[in-house]
């Protein structure tokens, strides 16, 4: 397997496995491009076998985790302190993928706000027949299968859901942009 496609495997596999909602745009497109370009890179200089290899695909699942609706006290705290070696790991990405410098102040400025949204989100219990959104927020009449979605916004992860399916073609239809390894 390329290093290319060990990476867009990983990036696969971490939004299939992942327990929450899908990732927003701004972060499937940041997965899409700098941050498979670092998996790449890794694959590509030491190896599938590594501990860098580990690392990174622990990373990806990390950075899935942290965009998840934190509905406890204890959520929101493992969130807080996982940041700072998550945000490490972003902005080494950043540098490996030479991403331009106005691309990454934006990427980090959304991925601030989304973290900070879910860390002082309170989580008010809903009323009775209310369905709740992605993010803990009431909607008072549950969406139908036909119901517009938002793709701005995350939805839970299911796999018969079309917005799933559309972020899988996404990886499976990128671009494979090449770089020097």
């Known amino acids: 397997m390329t290093s290319f496609g060990a990476a867009k495997t990983v990036i696969a596999q971490a939004i299939e496995n992942a327990e929450g909602p899908l990732p ?9 491009g700098p941050w498979r370009c670092f998996l790449a890179a890794i694959h590509h200089d030491e190896g599938p076998g590594s501990r860098d290899w580990e690392l990174a695909r622990h990373a990806t ?7 998840a609706p934190k509905s406890t006290e204890a959520e929101k705290a493992a969130l807080g302190n996982a940041l700072k ?34 860390i002082k989100r309170e989580t008010p ?32 992860l299911d796999v018969t859901d079309p917005h799933y399916r559309a972020y899988l073609d996404m990886l499976n239809h990128a671009i494979m942009e090449k770089i020097e390894l």
Request: charged content about 20%; hydrophobic content about 50%.
């Open 24 to 32: 927003p745009p701004f972060l499937v497109e940041f997965l899409l």
């Open 61 to 67: 699942e990390l950075l899935l985790w942290s965009i």
């Open 85 to 118: 070696a998550l945000v490490e790991a972003v902005r080494r990405s950043m540098e490996v993928a030479a991403w331009d410098r106005a691309a990454q102040t934006m990427f980090l400025r959304q991925l601030r706000e989304w973290h900070l949204q879910l």
């Open 125 to 156: 219990a809903p009323p009775a027949d209310a369905k709740l959104s992605p993010l803990g927020e009431v909607s008072p009449t549950p969406a139908g299968p036909h119901a517009p979605v938002d793709l701005a916004d995350t939805v839970h």
